[in-house]
């Protein structure tokens, strides 16, 4: 989705959704004091997805365009008022408040975050001197902090750039032609998955998703081994050393983040470093196809194409992705497919003019 569209998802599917229960101190409102209830739920949700956004920004360039959309949605039905930006920095203020006396409540003790729930009720004209529905009413905004955080999580997967571009930004590049090397593997690793994704056979959704992660990462590796193959044809070996120090991190961080990205960081750090191994074991496996090719043809075979090294990692590529997808390394309807995309998308990376200009690049003072 683009980021109008998320920000009009959270907008409607969050901010302003009016289908979930309320919590017991709000359920019998009538009239005027509903519309406030509702007001103010608006304007707490709002904060909410504000702040998520905000610090989830620090690790996402792509979400400031979805904050500035966000706030173009919600701030023009307040005309953008002084009053609408103190009531919402007021609701800002407020969310912290019970997150901090959450994270004390040993210090702080019980009655802390129903005090907190009866002021917020106390706003909108209610006056709740039931201790159990006052806390439980904080208890429910402990919840939508947690809802909130998800649902921005569930729409940032789905957030067009894919979640690499805005890593690639944030990685400082000091040259552009390594960029575009990089942005470039992964943009054809993430076309051929999604060309093959419908030739996936699994029993359950679960077990789909795993098929596709790791055919995402088996095209990972074939383009990065592909690349590699062009800079060593063309870089000196200190180029290419540093080239590899930067293709590796990203790709390996890409990899995790774009199906793990909310995940705990310490699994992140010990996946990634599990793909990095994983990468240089396929890298293996292509160099290995490359040289029996090399081999065969000392010994007198007749290829029978062209480029019979290139044919044979393609062919590599293919009976890899078709075993994640039908268990069947010579299935021969996804084999065929395989084939044919990843040779269109490793002829549409131009890649032979990517190493060029990273050739001719004015970066040794990096090495």
Known sequence: M???EMAEVLRQYYIEDTT???PEAVSR???AAAERCFVKTRLFRLALILMTLEHKQKEDARLAEVISNLQRLTYASANQDLPFAKALHAATTAIRQLISLTQDRQQEGPGKTPSWARDWLADIGVDEHNALRAATFALYWLDEIILASDIVDESQRKLDPPVFESGLKQVQFQTKPLKDICMAI???ATNCRDTTKPLIEAPTEESRTEREIYIFYEFLYFFMHMAMRQA??????AKIEFLQGYLRPVISSTAIDSYFAHWPDDLKQKMTAEFDKKL??????YSESARSIKTMMEFGLRPASSNPIEEALFMTIASNVANW???NEDDSKVNDAVRQIATSEWSRMQIDRLIGKAS???WEHLI
């Not at 060593?232 to 070996?237: D, G, I, K, M, Y």
């Not at 240089?280 to 496996?285: L, N, P």
């Open 2 to 4: 683009t980021a109008t």
């Open 20 to 22: 979930r229960r309320r």
């Open 29 to 31: 409102l009538k009239d």
């Open 186 to 188: 992964v943009r054809a």
């Open 232 to 237: 060593f044809a063309s870089l000196s070996h």
């Open 280 to 285: 240089s074991e396929q890298d293996a496996e």
């Open 325 to 327: 997808a039908t268990d």
């Open 360 to 362: 001719s690049g004015n």
